[in-house]
């Protein structure tokens, strides 16, 4: 469960720091459909041919790490200031966000979290959440379950990590490559608006699935304690194939749930995609399970008969 959540945590800040995905999703993520469908063992690819005249780029990101990361890889930063655009997931500049995040992660005036919840099952919950976050869960009776989720991964990764936490204060990876590329002079796109994202966490998963995919986490503690360890991992080893096996093999997530957060988005951000290749080369940050599998990002360019090509990194163990 904590998987999915690592998703879904796209960039959703909490109210003292973070209520962060995805995000989603976020983007991490076979055996669970049979249309998945692995690429290469990269988290970063070329993408060349159909008379492009500038390379472009693909780098799968891992939002609950920070700058650290991307420093600790020069191939990035040199292939970010070959290209004319860059693109992420959304705008993180983008200064509409939290307010439009905050508002949509509260429940409709009336409802509250412990009407949604049978009392036994809302006081195991309370404990979990004063074990994980340090609040008694009466403080986020007010936010809808997908929040109080992405809250418990985000404060689940920091203690697994406690290091990372100085270095994503200030932003995830994501938000660091967009300011180098505005500091270098590029031009920054969203591939899909704030309003979308909000949607996709807050409002495609009824209060119903939500309230069960919270409860699942926290039966599943320790359990999602332990894939998050190994997609870190994982990640940090550029083994995209195992980032792919763990979120499918999971079964965390509902086959029209994957088209929702996943196969869709990357359809819809194959509209302008080209353009931007086209247009001076384009470097596209995204979360590296929008990458893989036969809806994702590798693919569809190929069957738009693009070259692409995954790039080695230096990844420092």
């Known amino acids: ?8 945590l796209n960039k959703f800040k909490t109210q003292t720091r973070f209520l962060k995905h995805w995000i989603v999703f976020s983007a991490l993520f ?3 459909f049979a249309t998945a469908q692995t690429t290469e063992n990269s988290i970063f690819y070329e993408v060349t ?8 780029y693909l780098f799968g990101t891992f939002h609950l790490l920070g700058k650290s990361f991307v420093d600790s890889i020069p191939e990035l930063k040199q292939k970010l200031l ?9 705008d993180l500049s983008d200064t509409t966000m939290m307010v439009k995040m905050l508002g949509a992660s509260m429940l409709d005036a009336g409802t509250t979290l412990d009407q949604l919840i049978p009392k036994a099952q809302y006081d ?6 004063k074990k994980n976050i340090g609040f008694s869960i009466d403080l986020f009776k007010a936010l809808k379950p997908m929040a109080i989720s992405t809250t418990i991964t985000a404060m689940t990764q920091k203690k697994l990590y406690p290091g990372n936490d100085d270095d994503i204060k200030d932003g995830s990876m994501d938000s660091y490559l967009q300011k180098l590329a505005r500091s270098a002079g590029k031009q920054v796109h ?3 608006s704030i309003d979308s994202q909000v949607k996709i966490l807050f409002n495609d998963f009824s209060l119903e699935r939500q309230t069960e995919m919270l ?11 332990e894939k998050m360890s190994q997609m870190n991992v994982a990640y940090r080893q550029a083994k995209l194939i195992e980032l792919e096996s763990l979120m499918y093999d999971s079964g965390d997530f509902k086959e029209e749930e994957t088209k929702i957060l996943l ?5 819809n951000w194959m509209k302008n995609i080209p353009a931007l290749m086209k247009d001076g080369g384009l470097f596209l940050a995204a979360g590296a399970l929008h990458l893989s599998g036969t809806n994702g990002l590798v693919n569809l360019l190929r069957k738009e008969g693009y070259t692409v090509k995954p790039i080695s990194l230096s990844l420092k163990p």
């Not at 469960?1 to 879904?8: A, D, E, G, T, W």
């Open 1 to 8: 469960m904590l998987i999915r959540n690592m998703f879904m």
């Open 82 to 90: 070959k290209c004319k655009h860059m693109a992420g997931e959304v």
């Open 30 to 32: 076979s055996t669970v």
């Open 49 to 56: 041919g159909k008379k492009l005249k500038t390379p472009s």
């Open 263 to 267: 196969d869709n988005r990357n359809i």
């Open 215 to 225: 409860l699942e986490m926290m039966r599943e503690e320790d359990e999602g304690a």
């Open 190 to 192: 969203g591939l899909e």
């Open 124 to 129: 195991s919950l309370d404990a979990y959440v």
